[in-house]
């Protein structure tokens, strides 16, 4: 596997995400991997583990299905932070992409701050299925962290 397989031919918009984006305090999308971080974070609730509320989730078959649009759309339309939670390398049902998802989240760690955005308002990681204590401590930590930035200029 190589970022070389990187294609720009992904799918339209699944979804507005100024529409879901969460009101009050800081707003933060995650798109969350059906097969991994989607059911980490259905087993952090179901767990009672602390998931923030400034969290909006959005569901995708796949991270490799997040175009980097989509996370600059999200920015755009008021979004303080977004994340991308993959499943762990060699653990993608559609075997790379993941993999996509990372090479395109390190183009986008260079882009966003061109577009006037901390790139620590972005984060790319892995949640398994069954690690919903990982995804509770890193949701924790990134809205702790967008929290303790100063207001986004695209907010405005
Ligand atoms: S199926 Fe989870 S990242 Fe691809």
Known sequence: MSCQSYSTAQPTSPTNCAGVIASGGVKIVAFLCNWCSYAGADKAGASQLPVPAELTAIRVMCSGRVEP????????????????????????????????????????????????????????????????????????????????????????
């Open 69 to 156: 649009t989509l996370i600059l759309e999200s920015f755009q339309k008021g979004a303080d932070g977004v994340m991308v939670l993959a499943c762990h390398p060699g653990d993608c049902h559609y075997k790379e992409g993941n993999l996509r998802a990372y090479c395109r989240a390190e183009l986008l760690e260079r882009l966003v701050p061109q577009l006037g955005v901390d790139p620590r308002r972005f984060r790319f990681d892995y949640v398994s299925a069954a690690e919903a204590d990982r995804f509770s401590q890193i949701t924790n930590e990134f809205v702790d962290q967008v929290r303790a930035l100063a207001a986004i200029p695209f907010n405005d």
